[in-house]
């Protein structure tokens, strides 16, 4: 929505007229009118389709036009969002209008959209801010398996080599910025923006080549991720236990966005067309993989914090520290650190990118251990999440296990 501000808001012939999308603009326009206008009380008003709705005048807040219009959930979302900035720059509201407020937005948070009705509402309507040539036919909604969670994805397909294909963004935090008060329409022209950019970007090869045997043998790499979160995605995919995780497999394609990567999990239709085993894509990752141990001292110096210090732990992940908690896998790897610090190793998950290790002498309270690993798994996005247990390795065996069990 836009903001309109009034140089002269009791007679706006007489003064200058702004409009802007941008609250914090209006905010400055209006500071600037207050010190500048002797003689004029500059007003602020939200634009809707029939008129101005002025709430702001001089130094108070005016919400007698509220009581003749119909207050629709955006505009509403929209006038709160004014209110809170203007309070913070100094203008009054009374107690009649606190009351006003409390009231309206009770009425109002009532009417808000449900998540099945938002998704409806940005499918039925993506079309109207998309690039003309882009119909509603070519707008599909989906729910697409990620790690540890399943998200709703809206995507423009179109057709390549008798395939259906398109760029996918997910739309749940989206909800939360519209139950925050994001305005629906600016919601769509993000949705839009993004997935035109993409379409405009596009991948370096296509749909044909991501999908040959060729192709996969050279680009296909695993993770681990936490088999309990994953239950309907492991259903879909090759994938081998360990422990309590699994080991999947994704194709890493090159895109000519720079400094974007893409991927694609590879699930069980696609193993069928491509021709390959699990157990070949296993052995094909395997020799893509290497694995690297650094000292958190190491770590600390990339980082430029050469005042810091922490010489019993190491990180294992590979060369990109990403996806590389993969490493874990890879025993003689740790059986040459277990060797170095004559000791068995806790192994701990902070996250799919990456474990911590250290000797078992260095910690004698294995539940603090375990309890600290939880609380750093709450601070992760959810999707970088790997496992709440540590994990042991055990140099005379030469095989890890789960510690806390």
Sequence with gaps: ???????????????????????????????????????CIPTVGI?????VVELVGGRQFDFEMLNHIKITK???????????????????????QEKFIKDQGEKIMNTIMEYEEFKEAVRNNLCDYLPTGYTQEMVRMSNVNKV??????????TKQSDREVGPTVYINDMYEKYRRGLDLSLILEQVARSLTETMTAGIDVNIDDVMSADYVREHVR?????????????????????????????????TKMHGV?????INN????KIGLSEGQLFDLSEEHFSPEIQTMNDI????????????????????NHMKGAVAMLYEDVLFTVAETLKSDLYVLPSSIHEVLIIGTDTVDDLKALTCMVSEVNRTLDIGDLLSDHVYIYDRDLREVRIADN
């Design 1 to 39: 929505m836009n903001y309109v501000i009034f140089e002269c808001g009791e007679f706006p012939s007489l003064g200058g007229t702004w409009s802007t999308h941008d609250l914090c603009e209006a905010v400055q326009a209006w500071k600037h009118l207050m010190e500048t206008s002797s003689s």
């Design 47 to 51: 634009e809707t389709e029939e008129l």
């Design 74 to 96: 955006d505009f509403w979302l929209a006038t709160c969002k004014l209110i809170k900035a203007f309070l913070k720059a100094g203008v009054c509201l009374s107690k009649e």
């Design 148 to 157: 540890n969670r399943v998200l709703d994805g809206i995507s423009i397909v």
């Design 222 to 254: 695993f993770q681990l991720i936490n088999t309990e979160l994953n239950k309907g995605l492991l259903s879909e995919v090759p994938h081998r236990e360990f422990l309590n995780l699994s080991v999947i497999y994704y194709i890493d394609i090159e």
């Design 261 to 265: 990567n893409a991927s694609s999990i």
């Design 269 to 272: 239709k696609m193993l069928e």
């Design 300 to 319: 600390f110096k990339e980082a430029g914090k050469d005042d810091m210090e922490c010489s019993f732990m190491y990180v294992l992940s590979d060369e």
